[in-house]
């Protein structure tokens, strides 16, 4: 048995010290690193949660169990049916002359699950494409051509200025106006909000990806691109007085008459951008005469209602991509991404916890729970 010299336990304490500092920073830049993340430390920093925060103060309650934005619609099905010229341009296997099975979802803009169809004006379409290669592709797209703002910060700041003032129950004009001399880009969706006709049902609507994406062919070649879906059902207008007079639910119930009668499809249509295209600010949109390439068409065959339907437990987040398609340069993309992860674990949790909104307001409405 070999004893111990005299002032080993001192020394073997020294030698402890160095390694126990290491281990006592790296706990606390953990730590730090949390609370940075979480904005504990930047209170006024714009985290996914502070403006999910600003989206339900937006929406003036919050309606538990349902999405943040975009709370009413319903589920659909059907299937995206290649055209081959989109094999140019990405390796995603949906592009060959192949029929690919989706989940989707046509919605209107805004929080409520109980929103007035005749007063939306926006409405859109969601997809989650599901390829033989066992990728997914989801993509969420709107009614409007390009974004109200060029920024997420400036996306922030439009929502909070619509929120309802707590003494008048409507948005504050001033905080409006303050908004629109902040962000001159706003003018262009403005006008687009105020002048474009508002069409009589999902079926004949557009819907537009607005953010630019990156494609990749086989061949490595690497071109920016945006989307969108032409209606194949032909444009009609609404007038004012059908605006003023229509059911709170006439787009879902269009959509169930439509159906009946046959599946419904839109074109697929790519946009490639040329060098010096803005790709990462959606609120401009490349010119008309920029390479247009139809890759395909949606049909879609069925719909359910959204509490009910398989699309009610799906996060659209725009990032979720095949091999083949990127996302570009432009900052909202992750922001989306970020934000709908927030609003998807919230809902579900109302959800879980079983603290979804019960039905009330319209009977009708496509939205609500039993
Ligand atoms: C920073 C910008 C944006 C923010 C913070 C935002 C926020 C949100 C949130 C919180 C949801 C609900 C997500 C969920 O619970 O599943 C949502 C849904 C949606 N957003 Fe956005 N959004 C942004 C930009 C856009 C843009 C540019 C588009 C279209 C081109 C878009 C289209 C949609 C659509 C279609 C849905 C409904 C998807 C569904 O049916 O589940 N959003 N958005």
């Known amino acids: 048995m070999s004893e111990i010299e005299p002032g080993a336990t001192s020394s073997t304490h020294r030698r402890a010290w160095p390694a126990l500092l290491s281990i006592t920073l790296i706990v606390a830049a953990v730590a730090l690193a949390f609370a940075w993340v979480a904005g504990w430390l930047t209170p006024g920093r714009l985290t996914p949660q502070r403006f999910t925060n600003a989206i339900e103060a937006g929406n003036g309650q919050i309606y538990r169990g349902f999405r943040r934005a975009h709370a009413k619609g319903v589920c659909v099905a059907g299937y995206f049916e290649g055209s081959g010229k989109g094999v140019a341009l990405s390796s995603a296997a949906l592009f060959a002359p192949v029929r690919t099975p989706f989940v989707g979802r046509l919605s209107i803009g805004g929080g409520s699950p109980y929103g007035l169809d005749g007063k939306a004006r926006v409405r859109s379409m969601a997809l989650q494409l599901n390829s033989a290669d066992g990728q997914q592709w989801r993509m969420a797209m709107n009614s409007f051509p390009f974004f109200a703002v060029s920024s997420v910060q400036a996306f922030y700041e439009q929502t909070v200025a619509n929120a309802p003032d707590p003494t008048t129950g409507t948005p504050d004009p001033a905080k409006q106006a303050a908004f629109a001399t902040a962000h001159p880009e706003f003018a262009r969706f403005a006008d687009w909000a105020k002048t474009a006709p508002w069409s009589t049902s999902w079926a004949n609507t557009t819907f537009n990806g607005v953010n630019a994406f990156r494609f990749i062919n086989g061949s490595g070649e690497i071109h920016n691109v945006r989307w969108s879906m032409l209606p194949q059902t032909a444009f009609e ?6 605006r003023a007079t229509v059911d709170s639910d006439f787009l879902s119930e269009d959509l169930q008459r439509r159906l009946v009668q046959a599946p419904l499809r839109w074109t697929m ?3 490639v951008a040329q060098p010096g295209d803005p790709t990462s600010d959606p609120s401009q949109a490349w010119p008309d005469y920029r390479q247009h390439v139809d890759v395909g068409t949606v049909v879609i ?5 959204q509490d009910t339907g398989a699309c009610r437990d799906i996060n659209y987040d725009p990032l979720v991509l095949p091999t083949g398609v990127t996302g570009s340069d432009d900052p909202i993309l992750a922001a989306r991404s970020a934000v709908y992860a927030v609003s998807f674990n919230r809902r579900e949790h109302d959800i879980a916890t079983g603290k979804a ?4 307001g319209d009977a009708k409405a496509q939205g609500r729970r039993p």
């Open 237 to 242: 207008a609404m007038t004012p007085e059908q």
């Open 357 to 360: 909104a019960a039905a009330t």
């Open 301 to 305: 065959e069925s719909s359910t209602p």
């Open 269 to 271: 249509l790519v946009i």
